[in-house]
């Protein structure tokens, strides 16, 4: 089974699940959509697998919320609130990267057993979906401006284009996506950091005008302030669920590659958001100098092309900053809307299979996927930019931070939760009230507080009140239930070892008596009638339960 670094093995043999139903299993296409991705496949490198990682973070949407939220509460106020959003992210992204990483998960599988259930995280990844075709419309916005205002292209033209042009780069999954990010890093961070660098040099004066900027409201710090600015940005925090979908790809982790490892992980993982925040700073920057000094420039200080046109036209002949502001905004949109595109796909593929046992392909749900994102675009979302995504934040907020609780308090404080994230079908109560509660109400009130339902007073705080639910139930919930909806076995059946010498999901294969391929042990566990074993594709596919484990 012999693979290069860059080049995973691609499995087409037809399969039969265990209901009879023919699949096409080209991993290459189908990228391991509802399950562990095993060793085999996994043969690149760390810092490979990173900067994939970190590529899909080169979106244009953090200027225009940096932008957005300077504009209305001021300089100070939306930094603070950037950086409150920033830590917020990083301690939750920890343990979710830890684990995907180690275990070779996506979120929503790992979501599966650390407190939602089988059918219970069909709830957060319908949540997640919504942050890749939300952001996907974003990106696909300011393209759109950028082939109007280079090309002359129309709108509606450019929202089609950009919605279009991703499609064939998410086919291939993992393979092509790792060498698009790769390739197309080293030029987007040039086109970005050149002409913000020239710009401080020659005119150093516009740092303190962008430092004393007061915004729409003219007032000095606020705490309520911040805390809008910091629930706008907080809708960012289900990135690190794109982050995992590359980040489940790492290799195995050894005594040997232990600090690239976890250098990998913890920068490509919880580090993205250190970059976004310097890239929403940056945005308000830039928009702080257009409004300062271009006429008509508070009406579209907003927008990235038009932030970097004026930058580059600092530098050189206005066709040349034209074109390479152009450029820049078509490689981050490609860069990553191929990421939204595929992470969706992820999303919605498990969804849909898990509630209907029917397996229809992953490409149905890019489709699906960038259809919604293009409406969104075509309705002109751009223009509520700040409502959308302080909606938003609440929901990804409760889910992310519910997890993260899970995992940090549940399972290593109150050991109340299992280690081993679980994931399969049998193993799993349909829904854990842990996690499942814990999201409904910590999302459903943050949602009342944001529209005035709890008072004018809470309004601005309800991103807090989704942190704060978001700790406090998980724990209150486990203990109330004493832990009893995370295993409905204690056991998979199987005497082979789950794990290797260094602790990683041990590579052994097992024959599936279902469809009759091969799959590495996490993958798989007793047959129903105990005769044999059963890969958890088959399982979770299975119409009738007959090869579904009974509870004990």
């Known amino acids: 089974m012999a693979t290069s670094q860059l080049e995973p093995q691609v499995d087409e043999r037809a399969t039969a699940s265990a209901v009879g139903t023919a699949k096409a299993k080209s991993e290459t296409l189908e990228d391991y959509t509802l399950r562990f991705a095993p060793r085999s496949y996994r043969r690149w490198a760390p810092g490979i697998v990173a900067t994939s990682a970190l590529g899909g ?9 940096g932008a957005n939220i300077g504009i209305q509460h001021g300089t100070t106020n939306a930094i603070l609130g950037i950086l409150v959003a920033a830590a917020i992210i990083f301690v939750t992204g920890v343990p979710l990267a830890y684990y995907a990483a180690r275990y070779n998960l996506d979120l929503d599988l790992i979501t599966r057993g650390k407190g939602f259930g089988y059918y219970g995280s069909v709830l957060t990844n319908v949540i997640f979906a919504s942050f890749t075709f939300i952001f996907f419309a974003l990106e696909g916005s300011i393209m759109a401006q950028g082939l109007k205002l280079g090309l002359g292209v129309p709108l509606w033209a450019g929202y089609l284009v950009s919605s279009l042009i991703v499609i064939p780069l998410v086919v291939y999954g993992m393979k092509a996506l790792s060498k698009l990010q790769v390739w197309t890093t080293p030029l987007w961070l040039l086109l970005m950091g050149v002409p913000l660098v020239y710009l401080v040099q020659a005119h150093p004066g516009s740092v303190d005008t962008f430092l004393d900027y007061k915004g729409a409201h003219g007032g000095g710090v606020s705490f309520s302030a911040v805390m809008l600015a910091a629930g706008v940005c907080l809708s960012l925090i289900a990135q690190i669920a794109e982050q995992i979908d590359y980040l489940r790809f790492m290799p195995a982790k050894t005594p040997e590659n232990s600090r690239r490892w976890w250098t990998a992980v913890i920068v490509a993982g ?20 257009l409004i300062a000094n271009v006429a008509g420039g508070a009406s579209i200080a907003n927008e990235p092309v038009h932030q970097f046109l004026s930058a580059y036209e600092q530098m050189m002949p206005h066709w040349l900053a034209m074109t390479l502001a152009v450029v820049l905004v078509v490689i981050s949109q ?25 397996y229809p392909g992953r490409m149905v749900f890019v489709l699906f996927n960038v259809t919604i994102a293009l409406v969104m675009m075509e309705a002109n979302m751009f223009d509520f930019l700040n409502d959308i995504l302080g909606f938003y934040a609440n929901l990804a907020i409760a889910w992310i931070v519910t997890v993260a609780t899970d995992i940090i308090v549940n399972t290593y404080l109150l050991k109340l939760s299992p280690k081993t994230p679980e994931f399969r079908r049998g193993m799993l109560y349909a829904i854990n009230p842990v996690g499942f509660v814990s999201v409904i109400v910590a999302g459903g009130l943050s949602i009342v507080a944001f529209f005035g339902g709890l008072g004018s007073g809470l309004q601005p705080y309800s991103p807090i009140i989704a942190v704060v639910l ?8 486990a203990v109330a239930t004493k832990g009893r909806y995370y295993l409905r076995r204690d056991t998979d059946g199987l005497a082979h070892e789950m794990f290797d010498e260094h602790g990683n999901p041990s590579a052994a294969e097992i024959d599936c008596e279902a469809c009759g391929d091969v799959f590495e042990r996490p993958d798989m566990l007793a047959s129903a009638t105990g005769d044999g074993a059963v890969c958890s594709l088959c399982v979770a596919t299975d119409r009738d339960g007959k090869h579904v484990l009974p509870a004990r």
């Open 57 to 65: 973070i080169a979106y244009l949407a953090d200027f225009s919320i």
């Open 270 to 289: 919880p580090g993205w958001v250190f970059f976004g925040a310097l890239k929403q700073m940056i945005g308000l920057f830039l928009a702080v100098y």
């Open 334 to 358: 490609i860069k990553i809307n191929v990421t939204n595109a595929y992470s969706g796909s992820l999303a919605w593929t498990n969804s849909f299979t898990r509630v209907t046992k029917h």
């Open 470 to 477: 978001s700790v406090v139930l998980p724990p209150v919930i």
